[in-house]
C-alpha cells in the first residue's frame, strides 16, 4: 500500500438531539476525517475523539494537531510501502493518542482492503451479516419524557436500551423504564465514571431491577474500586473508559474489575487492536460488545463490521443514522428488524458522501508526502 498523501477534513454535523451524559451535553459532532491516498485509490477513517476532554483525555482538536505534528510524519518516514498491520508500531513512540492513531490506521486499512478487494468484515473474522441494534440514550429533561424516548425507540425495533446515569438521575429513571416496559427489555446503564466507591449503597439499589449490566460507574484508573464495588453488587460490571489497552482488559478480568468488556476500537487505538481485545475476551468466555461514539457513517460501518465478530454475544451502541443526524456522511444506516446489516463491500464496505462533505467541512487540509 502506497500513500502519497493524507487529507484531513473536519465537519461538524448537528446531532438531532442533545446527547447529554454525566460529563457533559453534546449538540452537534465535529467529525475528524482521514483520507490516505495513493495509486491504489483512497482510505477513509474517522477519529471518535470529541470535542472536549470530558470522556477521555483526548479531545478533536488535540487529535487533529498531534496527526499533523507528529502520526503523519512517522507514517511518511515508514517508506513507500505501508499496511495497516504495521501502523500501530510505526507510530508507537508517540504514547497514548490512540483515537488519532485509530483514525490513521483505519484510513490505511479501509485503503489496503479497497484494492485488495476485501471486506473490513472478512478481515476482522466476521461470522454474521447483520447485528443487533441498541440505542443508548442520554439524560432527559424528565421521567416523562424519558419514557417516550424508550417507547420510541422500542417502536422503531431497537433490540436493547442504555440509560446513561449520574447522581440525581439513576434508580427512578431506571425503576420507571422497568415499570413501564417490564421484565424483559434489555436494559443497562451507563455512569461515564460519575460514581466513587462511597456510593456503592446507592448503587445496590439498581440490583432489583435485573440490568444487564452498569458500564464504567467509577473513574477509568479505579481497578481495584470496580473489583470491590462487583462484590457489593449483583448487576455485572462492565468497563468501558478504563479499557485502554489489551493488557487493561486482561488485567481488569483477572482482577474481578468487570465481567463484562465494551470494546470501542477509538479507545484502543484501531480496530486491530480491538480485535484482540476481543479474541483475549473470547479465550475467557468475558461477553463484549461494541461501544460508539456517536460516529458518522464511516466509523459505523466499521464498528458494525467488528461488532459481527463470534465475541460480541451482547447488542452494541450500534443505532440507525436517524438516530444521530438528519442527514449523515454515507448512505444512511438503516434498521431492519433491530438490526444493522453489515457492510459486505471492500473496505468499509461503504464511501463518504464527498459533496456532502465538501459542503459541511469547515476546514481542508492535504498534506503531500516525499518519496525518494
Ligand atoms: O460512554 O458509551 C459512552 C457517546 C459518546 C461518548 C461516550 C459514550 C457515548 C454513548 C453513545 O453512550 C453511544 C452511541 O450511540 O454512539
Ligand atoms: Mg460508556
Known amino acids: 500500500m502506497q500513500i502519497d498523501r493524507v487529507v484531513l477534513y473536519r465537519v461538524r454535523l448537528p446531532l438531532v438531539a442533545p446527547f447529554r451524559t454525566s460529563f457533559g451535553v453534546e449538540t452537534e459532532r465535529d467529525v475528524l476525517l482521514v483520507e490516505v491516498q495513493g495509486p491504489s485509490g483512497s482510505g477513509w477513517g474517522e477519529c471518535v475523539a470529541m470535542t472536549e476532554p470530558l470522556y477521555s483525555p ?57 484494492a485488495a478487494g476485501r471486506s473490513l468484515a472478512d478481515h476482522l473474522g466476521a461470522t454474521r451479516s447483520r447485528v443487533p441494534a441498541g440505542v443508548s440514550l442520554g439524560i432527559s429533561e424528565s421521567i416523562d419524557q424519558l419514557l417516550q424516548e424508550v417507547a420510541f425507540y422500542l417502536g422503531q425495533g431497537y433490540v436493547r436500551v442504555k440509560l446513561k446515569i449520574g447522581p440525581g438521575w439513576d434508580t427512578e429513571p431506571v425503576r420507571a423504564v422497568r415499570a413501564r416496559f417490564g421484565p424483559d427489555l434489555l436494559l443497562q446503564v451507563d455512569a461515564n465514571s460519575a460514581y466513587t466507591l462511597a456510593d456503592s449503597e446507592r448503587l445496590a439499589q439498581l440490583d432489583e431491577y435485573g440490568l444487564l449490566l452498569i458500564e464504567q460507574p467509577l473513574g477509568e484508573h479505579d481497578l481495584a474500586a470496580h473489583a470491590e464495588l462487583a462484590c457489593r453488587i449483583a448487576t455485572p ?131 503531500g508526502f516525499r518519496t525518494g
Do not use: Q
Open 237 to 367: 460490571v462492565c468497563l468501558d473508559e478504563s479499557i485502554t489497552s489489551l493488557a487493561v482488559a486482561v488485567e481488569a478480568i483477572e482482577r474481578g474489575a468487570c465481567t463484562i468488556v465494551n470494546i470501542k476500537a477509538g479507545r484502543l487505538g484501531g480496530y486491530l487492536a480491538a480485535k484482540r481485545v476481543h479474541d483475549a475476551c473470547y479465550e475467557r468466555g468475558v461477553p463484549v460488545w461494541c461501544g460508539g461514539m456517536l460516529e458518522s457513517g464511516l466509523g459505523r460501518a466499521a464498528n458494525v463490521a467488528l461488532a459481527a465478530l463470534p465475541g460480541f454475544t451482547l447488542p452494541g451502541d450500534l443505532s440507525a443514522s436517524e438516530r444521530y443526524f438528519r442527514r449523515d456522511l454515507t448512505a444512511p444506516f438503516v434498521l431492519e428488524d433491530g438490526h444493522l446489516p453489515v457492510p459486505s463491500g471492500p473496505g468499509l464496505g461503504v464511501a463518504p458522501d464527498l459533496a456532502f462533505v465538501s459542503e459541511m467541512a469547515a476546514s481542508v487540509e492535504e498534506i
Open 58 to 114: 483526548e479531545y478533536v482538536d488535540g487529535a487533529h494537531a498531534v496527526i499533523n505534528a507528529h502520526l503523519v510524519p512517522r507514517l511518511a518516514a515508514a517508506g513507500p510501502s505501508l499496511e495497516a498491520e504495521d501502523v500501530a508500531r510505526v507510530l508507537a513512540a508517540v504514547k497514548g493518542h490512540h483515537m488519532a492513531k485509530a483514525a490513521l490506521e483505519m484510513a490505511v486499512l479501509d485503503a489496503g482492503l479497497r
